[in-house]
């Protein structure tokens, strides 16, 4: 189980999206079989990626994109028309557009994600209630207790805490480093923020020091 974590723009998001595609997943999100495109702007840092495997090849896998699941979703629904068998059992049985953002991610990592899997998750928390990221942090720790393997790129600190995981922190500079869960950047400006409230807003909201 590995996390990605850094603020927006130092390139969380590209490195996922990247080792998704040279992985062999849709860059806009889905299985290995998503062959759909809506709007090409991934980068071609995938392309130049050499993967280390070791051990088994994952059973199933899964690229989660926040941003364009409700792409994939649409194409789900298109599969499910088309295909000889039903594709929604394997989504929950109720096409994710049916269900509100969070519970389809909810029920994306409760019926599609299995064991043995390789699933790389961009940001997931984006639909996520505290709630629903509790939920998802169950189904990971069971997915990782079951032999797969998990990458996500994350701003959530209730993530975070899944017991056993890597953390990897991007700085502003470009620098990758492992950092524990008390040091993760998430982790510690939602500590301080929860710690004095006040005085981060005094400072937002009046520029007070």
Do not use: W
């Not at 189904?139 to 805490?161: K, Y």
């Amino acid at each position: 189980m590995t996390f990605l974590v850094g603020e927006n723009g130092t390139g969380k998001s590209t490195l996922v999206e990247a080792l998704a595609v040279a992985c062999g997943f849709n860059p806009e999100g889905g299985s290995r079989n998503f062959r759909f495109a809506t709007r090409a702007t991934e980068s071609a840092l995938g392309d130049h990626l050499v993967l280390s495997r070791t051990g088994r090849r994952p059973r199933t896998g899964f690229f989660l994109r926040a941003e364009s699941y409700d792409n994939v979703a649409s194409e789900i629904e298109r599969l499910d028309r088309a295909s000889g068998s039903p594709l929604l059992p394997a989504y929950g049985g109720v096409s994710p557009h049916e269900r509100s953002h969070g519970e389809s991610f909810v029920d994306l990592v409760t019926y599609r994600f299995g064991p043995d899997g390789l699933y790389v998750l961009d940001e997931p928390e984006a639909a996520l209630s505290a709630r629903g990221c509790r939920a998802v942090l169950a189904r990971l720790a069971e997915l990782a207790g079951q032999g797969s393997q998990i990458v996500v790129a994350t701003h959530s600190p209730i993530l975070l805490a899944l017991p056993g995981a890597t953390i990897y922190e991007i700085a502003e500079n470009g620098e990758i480093a492992r950092v524990d869960y008390d040091q993760a950047l998430p982790v510690r400006l939602t500590r301080d923020f929860l710690a004095a409230p006040e005085r981060f807003l005094r400072h937002l909201l009046t520029g007070d020091g």
